[in-house]
């Protein structure tokens, strides 16, 4: 979603402000700009596109100034223009805004009932109006903001600019995520400590309502009350080469392949290879109470979720909903007393999964939470925060998020299978050893990239593309359809291979390929079965499987790819990676955005 950045500087801040909005690209974006205040002036740059137009602009229209705000914008209200590009300007403010004004109609109404002509169709410039009304009342920053903020439903991160204050920034955050970073005679603002990692490490996470005054000396946060409120200052710890790509061709296939490495460091914080447990951060509640499970996401981590079903229900022998975000709240659901209510993020800052926990916090459930960012709002209000280590994420396509994910919920599984008694000590020895096996079975998927590489052309010209498992595999089939639709833009669709026959099977013609993932073991028979009833009516089909299973079932198949012969329980990490990879090179072959698809956010902080 969205990025913002804000300096208050003692140099020129304009090609600061730039590579701070190139540590947010990985958000995905259609336009830019920044304005900066200089000699009295708000000097405003902006640009339809990628940030490389932007800054042609800024070469060819320099921001001089020592303080200033920019803005990367994923276009909700208004097409992605230059004329609806943040930052919006009055002639007294700036304004960037992440996130969406829901009462921004009415408020629009008002302004223009009294005379004020607004230039774009956002809902954000609806804000900058009603703060530059006050101002030109003769209210100060600070009483203007104040004045506003009151009046806006919806979400949103602010950073505002004042044409006659050459000195200071205002921040303000109610849904969106915004972090206060503190220099040597400088303070920042940014919707992430990525975006900052360059400028410094000493960052402080603004809370629910909170706004800020910043200036080169420091910043005074005030809560939702307008009360003064001091915020902790912390280490981020990101890191400036997070966001380097080295020697990979996109930030998609480095994070392919990091999975091995990162997935045994979240391993590591998961076991105790000492005694080979599995162990949980510490916790001030009984597991062994938990009576039901509901777990709700987005996306990629939805189907990490749907993955995590199949173990709790297995290992622990505890039912578990799963349900969409954007779905949960508003079916009114029935949550059991003594539930545990799983909520899987890679921001943690997921507008719709974040209205979800709040709604299980207020109905009594207990609340645990896998993030990929540790600092997230979500991850602040888990009663039992599960974090990943997969390190920043760049490509909006999520890959190394999602095994990670796996990794942790398979390890949650069976500690709760412990803790109810379901799982005696030989078999957690088991799964322990089976998930200390993943990180090398995840180089062994690796190695056959360039066997994926080579048949990618044979997908590439398709319309259509059918993805079939079971079990397990039936989410990781719905995966990889997504991945596929997100990079390459080719239409996919994800089933259970059973049924097939019960609608899906009409559209099996020899322009359609079929990815089937179906490692040898106890459904395989079954899979085996429905790949002829595709194969009966000309489909291509692509099996996904290991040695045992090309044996028995790869003949006559367009192409097969070889996986690693694992055990069931890390399976789905392992085909993971065969199914990223696929529609990375399809992607390649197509010539598509594959870290910025189209229309596409990584962090979605709107409903």
């Given at each position: 979603?969205c990025?913002?950045?804000g300096?208050?500087g003692k140099?020129a801040v304009a090609?600061?402000?730039?590579?701070?909005?190139k540590r947010?690209?990985?958000?995905?974006?259609?336009?830019a700009?920044?304005?900066?205040?200089?000699?009295?002036?708000l000097?405003r740059r902006?640009?339809?596109?990628k940030l490389?137009?932007l800054v042609?602009?800024?070469a060819?229209?320099?921001?001089p100034?020592?303080?200033?705000?920019a803005?990367?914008?994923?276009?909700t209200?208004g097409?992605?223009?230059a004329?609806?590009?943040?930052?919006?300007?009055t002639?007294h403010?700036a304004?960037?805004h992440?996130g969406i004004?829901?009462?921004?109609?009415?408020?629009?109404d008002?302004?223009?009932?009294?005379?004020?002509?607004l230039?774009?169709?956002?809902?954000?410039?609806?804000?900058?109006h009603?703060?530059?009304?006050?101002v030109?009342?003769?209210?100060s920053?600070?009483?203007?903001v104040?004045?506003?903020l009151?009046?806006?439903r919806?979400?949103?991160?602010?950073?505002i600019?004042f044409?006659?204050?050459?000195?200071?920034?205002?921040g303000a955050?109610?849904?969106?995520p915004?972090v206060?970073g503190y220099g040597e005679?400088e303070t920042?603002?940014g919707?992430?400590?990525l975006?900052?990692?360059?400028?410094?490490q000493?960052?402080a996470?603004?809370e629910?309502?909170?706004?800020?005054v910043?200036t080169?000396d420091?910043?005074?946060v005030y809560?939702a009350?307008?009360n003064?409120?001091?915020?902790?200052?912390?280490?981020?710890?990101?890191?400036a080469?997070?966001?380097e790509?080295g020697?990979y061709?996109?930030?998609?296939?480095?994070?392919?392949?990091e999975?091995?490495?990162?997935?045994?460091?979240?391993l590591r914080?998961?076991i105790?290879?000492?005694d080979?447990?599995?162990?949980?951060?510490?916790?001030?509640?009984?597991l062994?109470t938990?009576r039901?499970?509901t777990i709700?996401?987005?996306?990629?981590?939805?189907?990490?979720g749907?993955v995590?079903k199949?173990?709790?229900?297995?290992?622990?022998r505890?039912?578990?909903d799963?349900d969409?975000?954007s779905?949960?709240?508003?079916?009114?659901p029935v949550?059991?007393d003594g539930?545990?209510?799983?909520?899987i993020s890679?921001?943690?800052?997921t507008a719709?999964?974040?209205?979800?926990?709040?709604y299980?916090k207020?109905a009594?459930?207990t609340?645990a939470?896998v993030?990929?960012?540790p600092t997230?709002?979500?991850?602040r209000?888990?009663?039992l925060l599960l974090?990943t280590h997969?390190?920043?994420?760049?490509g909006?396509?999520s890959?190394?998020a999602f095994?990670?994910q796996?990794a942790?919920?398979?390890?949650?599984?069976?500690h709760?299978?412990?803790?109810?008694?379901?799982?005696d000590?030989s078999?957690?020895?088991?799964?322990?050893r089976?998930l200390l096996?993943?990180?090398?079975a995840?180089?062994a998927?690796l190695?056959?990239d360039?066997?994926?590489?080579?048949?990618a052309?044979?997908?590439?010209?398709a319309r259509?593309?059918?993805?079939?498992?079971?079990?397990?595999d039936?989410?990781?089939a719905?995966?990889?359809a997504?991945?596929?639709?997100?990079?390459s833009?080719i239409h996919?669709?994800g089933?259970?291979s059973?049924e097939?026959?019960?609608g899906?099977?009409a559209?099996?013609?020899?322009?359609?390929?079929?990815?089937?993932?179906?490692?040898s073991?106890?459904l395989f028979?079954k899979?085996v079965s429905?790949?002829?009833?595709v194969?009966?009516r000309?489909?291509k089909?692509?099996?996904i499987?290991d040695?045992v299973?090309l044996a028995e079932?790869g003949?006559g198949?367009?192409a097969?790819?070889a996986?690693?012969?694992?055990?069931?329980?890390i399976a789905?990490?392992?085909?993971?990676?065969?199914?990223q990879?696929?529609?990375?090179?399809?992607?390649?072959?197509?010539g598509?955005?594959v870290?910025?698809?189209r229309?596409?956010?990584?962090?979605?902080?709107?409903?």
């Amino acid at each position: 979603m969205c990025g913002i950045i804000g300096i208050a500087g003692k140099e020129a801040v304009a090609d600061r402000l730039v590579d701070g909005l190139k540590r947010m690209e990985y958000r995905g974006y259609d336009s830019a700009g920044v304005c900066t205040v200089h000699d009295g002036q708000l000097v405003r740059r902006r640009a339809e596109g990628k940030l490389a137009n932007l800054v042609k602009e800024l070469a060819a229209h320099p921001a001089p100034g020592e303080i200033g705000i920019a803005h990367t914008r994923w276009a909700t209200h208004g097409a992605p223009t230059a004329n609806n590009a943040h930052p919006h300007a009055t002639e007294h403010v700036a304004l960037v805004h992440n996130g969406i004004i829901e009462n921004f109609k009415p408020l629009r109404d008002e302004l223009i009932a009294d005379g004020r002509r607004l230039e774009s169709e956002t809902d954000s410039e609806v804000v900058a109006h009603l703060v530059s009304r006050e101002v030109e009342r003769g209210a100060s920053p600070e009483e203007a903001v104040k004045a506003v903020l009151p009046r806006l439903r919806g979400a949103f991160a602010l950073a505002i600019a004042f044409k006659a204050y050459p000195d200071l920034l205002i921040g303000a955050r109610l849904g969106s995520p915004l972090v206060l970073g503190y220099g040597e005679g400088e303070t920042y603002l940014g919707s992430d400590a990525l975006a900052l990692a360059p400028l410094t490490q000493r960052i402080a996470y603004l809370e629910e309502g909170d706004w800020t005054v910043i200036t080169r000396d420091g910043a005074q946060v005030y809560d939702a009350d307008n009360n003064p409120v001091t915020r902790e200052i912390t280490t981020s710890g990101a890191s400036a080469a997070a966001v380097e790509k080295g020697n990979y061709r996109h930030f998609m296939q480095k994070e392919i392949y990091e999975q091995p490495i990162v997935v045994a460091q979240t391993l590591r914080s998961y076991i105790r290879q000492v005694d080979s447990t599995v162990a949980l951060p510490q916790i001030d509640f009984d597991l062994s109470t938990i009576r039901r499970v509901t777990i709700v996401a987005c996306g990629t981590s939805f189907y990490a979720g749907m993955v995590a079903k199949y173990w709790f229900e297995t290992f622990a022998r505890v039912p578990v909903d799963i349900d969409y975000a954007s779905e949960f709240r508003y079916r009114e659901p029935v949550l059991e007393d003594g539930g545990l209510s799983l909520f899987i993020s890679q921001s943690g800052e997921t507008a719709d999964t974040l209205a979800a926990l709040r709604y299980c916090k207020q109905a009594g459930q207990t609340i645990a939470v896998v993030v990929n960012v540790p600092t997230s709002s979500m991850a602040r209000e888990a009663d039992l925060l599960l974090p990943t280590h997969a390190g920043p994420e760049i490509g909006v396509a999520s890959t190394k998020a999602f095994t990670c994910q796996l990794a942790v919920l398979a390890a949650l599984a069976a500690h709760l299978a412990v803790k109810k008694g379901r799982m005696d000590r030989s078999e957690e020895q088991e799964v322990v050893r089976h998930l200390l096996e993943a990180p090398a079975a995840l180089n062994a998927a690796l190695d056959h990239d360039d066997d994926i590489a080579a048949m990618a052309h044979l997908i590439a010209p398709a319309r259509d593309v059918l993805y079939l498992g079971r079990g397990p595999d039936y989410p990781l089939a719905l995966e990889g359809a997504l991945k596929l639709k997100e990079i390459s833009y080719i239409h996919a669709e994800g089933y259970a291979s059973g049924e097939m026959k019960h609608g899906p099977i009409a559209l099996i013609d020899e322009a359609v390929p079929v990815i089937v993932l179906a490692p040898s073991g106890p459904l395989f028979e079954k899979t085996v079965s429905n790949m002829q009833e595709v194969r009966a009516r000309g489909g291509k089909i692509v099996l996904i499987s290991d040695e045992v299973g090309l044996a028995e079932a790869g003949e006559g198949c367009l192409a097969t790819i070889a996986m690693p012969k694992v055990h069931p329980l890390i399976a789905p990490l392992v085909y993971a990676v065969p199914v990223q990879l696929l529609a990375y090179h399809v992607a390649c072959v197509k010539g598509t955005d594959v870290d910025q698809p189209r229309n596409l956010a990584k962090s979605v902080t709107v409903e």
